[in-house]
């Protein structure tokens, strides 16, 4: 099982900056992604970003440029660092993590239990 802590969020105004960070915890094998997803009222969940053990980082087209994701292996960490921020980036955001729970078992997704962020005049 993989617990996930997030931390970070909060309210801004627009244009603000914000870091919300993810850690992973519990008994697992590995995890070969983290990241992030978000929900706004009345929208359905959507992909933030996302980073792989590799190297590889992925952003949704509306915060590109916008946003960086980052992630610390060692700690089994992620980072969502979220600067000029809109009205619109606002909603719960949730941590993913894609785990093999064991080295023989099927990969699992685990999701923490969101963080508000708030982008208000």
């Known amino acids: 099982q993989v617990q996930l802590v997030e931390s970070g969020g909060g309210s801004v105004q627009p244009g603000g900056s914000l870091r919300l960070s993810c850690a992973a915890s519990?008994?697992?094998?590995?995890?070969?992604?983290m990241g992030w997803y978000r929900q706004a009222p009345g929208k359905q969940r959507e992909l933030v970003a996302t980073?792989?053990?590799?190297?590889?980082?992925n952003y949704a087209d509306s915060v590109k440029g916008r946003f960086t994701i980052s992630r610390d292996n060692a700690k089994n960490t992620v980072y969502l660092q979220m600067g000029s921020l809109k009205p619109e980036d606002t909603a719960v955001y949730y941590c993913?993590?894609?785990?093999?729970?064991?080295?023989?078992?099927?990969?699992?997704?685990?999701w923490g239990q969101g963080t508000q962020v708030t982008v208000s005049s």
């Open positions: 993913n993590a894609r785990a093999y729970p064991t080295m023989t078992s099927t990969f699992a997704d685990y």
């Open positions: 519990g008994s697992f094998f590995r995890i070969p992604a």
């Open positions: 980073a792989t053990s590799g190297g590889s980082f």
